[in-house]
C-alpha cells in the first residue's frame, strides 16, 4: 500500500475503524459455548510508520455469522432415556406461540395425549392441524414395539412418533420431565423402549384403606415413571375392600364403592397403565371366612388357622368362583392375579396328618398318590379356569408351586416370585429351568411392610439404584443372565401389615424414592452412570 504524505490524520482514523469492525465480526462469530472465534482478523502492528489509505467508498458490512449451539447432551429425566442423537441447536421450551397438534389421521387415538401435556406445559391444544415453527406435534408411526418411541428435537419444534399410543404417551412423559428440571428439552433425536415388558406397583388395599384419591395419585406419580401395571390386593384376612353386589356381607366398612373403582380404572388407562386385580386364595381369606365360619379350615387338634379356607368344601371354591366372576367385569385388564400363597395347611410338617380331610380328599379326586399339595395345586388350577375364558394373562405367587405331587400348575401362569424362606421353598432357576415366565417381587428389595414385622426393613431408593437389577429375583444374588428374558418386569410391593404403624401420606413420602429407582431398572437395563446423589436430585427436579 501506498502511504500519503498529504493527509497524516486519515490513517490513524481508518487503522481505528478497521480494528473496530474486526473486533465486532469477530465478537458476533462467538459461539455460546463461550469459545473464541475461529476466523482471522487483521495483521497486528509492526511497528512500521502508520499510513493513510486513499479514500474509498464505505466497505461492504460483512454478514452476521450464524450462531452455533455445542453438542446436545441426553435430556435429564427418570427412568434415562435409551439413546440420544446430539444434534447442534437451540433445543425447545414452551412459550408465547408454542401449542400442540396432531396429525389428522391420529386424532382419534392421540387427543387425550396431547391435551394432556399441553395443560402441563401450559399451552395450548390445536386439535389436528399442520404443525407451526416452535409446535409440539404427535403422531403414530415407525417400527418397534407398542411403548416405544422416538422424540426428535429440530428446527424449533418437538416431534414425537410411536407405532402405538403407549410410546406416544412416553414421549410426551419425557418431553415433560426435561422441561421439569431443565426449563428445556436439548435438540436431537431420542429412541427409546422399555428394557421390561411389565412394570408396576402393590398396593395391600386390603388391610389398609387407603383412599380413592390417594391411588389416583399414585396412578399419576407411575405414569411420569412410565409404570404400567398397579396391583391392586383387596382381600386378605384383614378387610375385603371392594363393593360386592355376589356377597355385601363380606365388604369391611371402609371400602372402595364400585364408581370409584371405576375412575381409579377409567384414570389408569388413560394414562396406559393397567390395573392388577388379585383375591388371594386359599389362604387370606379372613374377610370371606368371618362372614361365612363354615369355611373355616379346622386341623385334626380342632386348630383353626387365620384366613384358610378348607378346600376340601365345594362351597370354598363356590364362593371364591362368585367373586372373581364378578370383579372380572370391574377390571377389564389383561393381567389377573390369583394369589395362592401362605397356604397353612402346607406350611406344617405333616400336612396330611394335620389336616385329613384334605388329604382324603386329594386321594379322592387325584389317585392313591396324591398329597395335599395336589389338592392345592388342583384348587390354583381350578381358579385359573374361572379367568381364563376372559383372556387374562394369570400370574400366581411363587409359594404356591409345588414340586414333586402328581398333579402340575398350569404351564401359562406365570411366576410371580416374593420369597425363598417358606417351608420347601424353590430357587428361582428352577421356575425358569422349567421354561416359566417370572416376575420380579424380590422381598429384599421392593417390599414396603408397614411396621417392619418379622425381620422387614423398609427399603431404601439407594439401595435398589444401586444393587437390584430384574435378575436378582431372590435374596442379593442375580440369576445367569440367559435366563433375562424369561423375566417380564417385576414391581414394587406395599404390605400392610401391621396398618396403623404409617399414614396414607407417610406411606406416599416413604415408597416415592423406591419406587422411583424401581421405575429406573425396569426400564433401562444398563447400569447407571449418575450418582445416588445425582439421581435423588433429578427426581427431585422431575415431579
Given at each position: 500500500?501506498?502511504?500519503?504524505?498529504?493527509?497524516?490524520?486519515?490513517?490513524?482514523?481508518?487503522?481505528?475503524?478497521?480494528?473496530?469492525?474486526?473486533?465486532?465480526?469477530?465478537?458476533?462469530?462467538?459461539?455460546?459455548?463461550?469459545?473464541?472465534?475461529t476466523?482471522?482478523?487483521?495483521?497486528?502492528?509492526?511497528?512500521?510508520?502508520?499510513?493513510?489509505a486513499?479514500a474509498?467508498?464505505?466497505?461492504?458490512?460483512?454478514p452476521?455469522?450464524?450462531?452455533?449451539?455445542?453438542?446436545?447432551?441426553?435430556?435429564?429425566?427418570?427412568?434415562?432415556?435409551?439413546?440420544?442423537?446430539?444434534?447442534?441447536?437451540?433445543?425447545?421450551?414452551?412459550?408465547?406461540?408454542?401449542?400442540?397438534?396432531?396429525?389428522?389421521?391420529?386424532?382419534?387415538?392421540?387427543?387425550?395425549?396431547?391435551r394432556?401435556?399441553?395443560?402441563?406445559?401450559?399451552?395450548?391444544y390445536?386439535?389436528?392441524?399442520?404443525?407451526?415453527p416452535g409446535?409440539?406435534?404427535?403422531?403414530?408411526?415407525?417400527?418397534?414395539?407398542?411403548?416405544?418411541?422416538?422424540?426428535?428435537?429440530?428446527?424449533?419444534?418437538?416431534?414425537?412418533?410411536?407405532?402405538?399410543?403407549?410410546g406416544?404417551?412416553?414421549?410426551?412423559?419425557?418431553?415433560?420431565?426435561?422441561?421439569?428440571?431443565?426449563?428445556?428439552?436439548?435438540?436431537?433425536?431420542?429412541?427409546?423402549?422399555?428394557?421390561?415388558?411389565?412394570?408396576?406397583?402393590?398396593?395391600?388395599?386390603?388391610?389398609?384403606y387407603?383412599?380413592?384419591?390417594?391411588?389416583?395419585?399414585r396412578?399419576?406419580?407411575?405414569?411420569?415413571?412410565?409404570?404400567?401395571?398397579?396391583?391392586?390386593?383387596?382381600?386378605?384376612?384383614?378387610g375385603?375392600?371392594?363393593?360386592?353386589?355376589?356377597?355385601?356381607?363380606?365388604?369391611s366398612?371402609?371400602?372402595?364403592?364400585?364408581?370409584e373403582v371405576?375412575?381409579?380404572?377409567?384414570?389408569?388407562?388413560?394414562?396406559?397403565?393397567?390395573?392388577?386385580?388379585?383375591?388371594?386364595?386359599?389362604?387370606?381369606?379372613?374377610?370371606?371366612?368371618?362372614?361365612?365360619?363354615?369355611?373355616?379350615?379346622?386341623?385334626?387338634?380342632?386348630?383353626?388357622?387365620?384366613?384358610?379356607?378348607?378346600?376340601?368344601?365345594?362351597?370354598?371354591?363356590?364362593?371364591?368362583?362368585?367373586?372373581l366372576?364378578?370383579?372380572?367385569?370391574?377390571?377389564?385388564?389383561?393381567?389377573?392375579?390369583l394369589?395362592?400363597?401362605e397356604?397353612v395347611?402346607?406350611?406344617?410338617?405333616?400336612?396330611?396328618?394335620?389336616?385329613?380331610?384334605?388329604?382324603?380328599?386329594?386321594?379322592?379326586?387325584?389317585?392313591?398318590?396324591?398329597?395335599?399339595?395336589?389338592?392345592?395345586?388342583?384348587?390354583?388350577?381350578?381358579?385359573?379356569?374361572?379367568?381364563?375364558?376372559?383372556?387374562?394373562?394369570?400370574?400366581?405367587?411363587?409359594?404356591?408351586?409345588?414340586?414333586?405331587?402328581?398333579?402340575?400348575?398350569?404351564?401359562?401362569?406365570?411366576?410371580?416370585?416374593?420369597?425363598?424362606?417358606?417351608?420347601?421353598?424353590?430357587?428361582?432357576?428352577?421356575?425358569?429351568?422349567?421354561?416359566?415366565?417370572?416376575?420380579?417381587?424380590?422381598?429384599?428389595?421392593?417390599?414396603?411392610?408397614?411396621?417392619?414385622?418379622?425381620?422387614?426393613?423398609?427399603?431404601?431408593?439407594?439401595?435398589?439404584?444401586?444393587?437390584w437389577?430384574?435378575?436378582?429375583?431372590?435374596?442379593?444374588?442375580?440369576?445367569?443372565?440367559?435366563?433375562?428374558?424369561?423375566?417380564?418386569?417385576?414391581?414394587?410391593?406395599?404390605?400392610?401389615?401391621?396398618?396403623?404403624?404409617?399414614?396414607?401420606?407417610?406411606?406416599?413420602?416413604?415408597?416415592?424414592?423406591?419406587?422411583t429407582?424401581?421405575?429406573?431398572k425396569?426400564?433401562?437395563?444398563?447400569?447407571?452412570?449418575?450418582?445416588?446423589?445425582?439421581?435423588?436430585?433429578?427426581?427431585?427436579?422431575?415431579?
Amino acid at each position: 500500500m501506498r502511504y500519503s504524505i498529504r493527509e497524516p490524520r486519515r490513517g490513524p482514523v481508518l487503522m481505528a475503524a478497521a480494528v473496530a469492525l474486526a473486533t465486532l465480526t469477530a465478537c458476533s462469530s462467538g459461539s455460546s459455548s463461550g469459545q473464541p472465534p475461529t476466523g482471522t482478523g487483521p495483521a497486528p502492528a509492526t511497528g512500521a510508520p502508520t499510513a493513510t489509505a486513499p479514500a474509498s467508498p464505505s466497505p461492504t458490512p460483512t454478514p452476521t455469522p450464524t450462531r452455533t449451539y455445542p453438542l446436545s447432551t441426553a435430556p435429564r429425566v427418570i427412568p434415562a432415556v435409551g439413546r440420544h442423537e446430539a444434534a447442534r441447536g437451540p433445543g425447545w421450551k414452551p412459550g408465547p406461540g408454542t401449542g400442540v397438534v396432531v396429525a389428522a389421521k391420529d386424532e382419534a387415538a392421540l387427543a387425550d395425549e396431547a391435551r394432556l401435556i399441553a395443560g402441563e406445559l401450559a399451552i395450548p391444544y390445536r386439535g389436528a392441524a399442520a404443525a407451526r415453527p416452535g409446535d409440539v406435534s404427535l403422531a403414530l408411526g415407525g417400527s418397534g414395539g407398542a411403548e416405544s418411541y422416538t422424540l426428535a428435537v429440530q428446527d424449533g419444534g418437538v416431534r414425537i412418533t410411536g407405532p402405538g399410543e403407549a410410546g406416544v404417551f412416553y414421549g410426551t412423559r419425557t418431553l415433560k420431565q426435561s422441561v421439569r428440571s431443565t426449563g428445556a428439552i436439548p435438540e436431537g433425536t431420542v429412541t427409546d423402549a422399555p428394557a421390561k415388558p411389565q412394570r408396576g406397583l402393590m398396593v395391600d388395599i386390603a388391610r389398609k384403606y387407603f383412599s380413592a384419591g390417594w391411588i389416583e395419585a399414585r396412578l399419576r406419580e407411575m405414569a411420569d415413571l412410565k409404570l404400567n401395571q398397579l396391583g391392586l390386593h383387596f382381600s386378605d384376612d384383614q378387610g375385603f375392600r371392594i363393593a360386592s353386589d355376589s356377597h355385601p356381607e363380606i365388604v369391611s366398612a371402609q371400602h372402595l364403592s364400585k364408581a370409584e373403582v371405576r375412575r381409579i380404572v377409567a384414570l389408569a388407562n388413560s394414562l396406559h397403565i393397567q390395573v392388577v386385580p388379585e383375591i388371594d386364595s386359599p389362604g387370606h381369606l379372613g374377610a370371606v371366612i368371618a362372614a361365612h365360619p363354615d369355611l373355616q379350615l379346622v386341623s385334626a387338634g380342632g386348630k383353626a388357622p387365620r384366613g384358610a379356607v378348607d378346600i376340601s368344601k365345594p362351597a370354598s371354591a363356590k364362593i371364591v368362583d362368585e367373586l372373581l366372576r364378578e370383579y372380572m367385569g370391574l377390571f377389564p385388564g389383561s393381567y389377573w392375579h390369583l394369589g395362592g400363597d401362605e397356604y397353612v395347611a402346607l406350611m406344617v410338617s405333616n400336612p396330611e396328618a394335620t389336616y385329613p380331610q384334605l388329604a382324603r380328599a386329594a386321594v379322592a379326586r387325584f389317585g392313591a398318590g396324591a398329597r395335599v399339595k395336589d389338592l392345592t395345586t388342583g384348587w390354583l388350577n381350578d381358579r385359573a379356569a374361572t379367568v381364563r375364558p376372559s383372556g387374562r394373562t394369570l400370574r400366581a405367587w411363587n409359594d404356591g408351586f409345588f414340586t414333586g405331587g402328581v398333579v402340575v400348575a398350569d404351564k401359562d401362569l406365570q411366576v410371580a416370585y416374593w420369597t425363598g424362606k417358606e417351608i420347601g421353598a424353590r430357587t428361582p432357576t428352577s421356575y425358569l429351568s422349567e421354561g416359566r415366565t417370572m416376575l420380579n417381587y424380590n422381598d429384599e428389595y421392593l417390599y414396603y411392610v408397614l411396621g417392619q414385622p418379622n425381620t422387614f426393613v423398609y427399603p431404601t431408593g439407594r439401595r435398589i439404584y444401586e444393587e437390584w437389577t430384574p435378575l436378582v429375583l431372590r435374596g442379593t444374588t442375580p440369576v445367569p443372565a440367559r435366563y433375562d428374558p424369561r423375566i417380564l418386569g417385576g414391581s414394587f410391593a406395599v404390605w400392610c401389615d401391621l396398618a396403623g404403624s404409617q399414614t396414607e401420606a407417610q406411606v406416599a413420602d416413604g415408597i416415592r424414592m423406591p419406587v422411583t429407582a424401581t421405575a429406573q431398572k425396569l426400564w433401562d437395563a444398563r447400569k447407571p452412570t449418575a450418582s445416588w446423589q445425582e439421581f435423588r436430585g433429578l427426581a427431585v427436579r422431575v415431579r
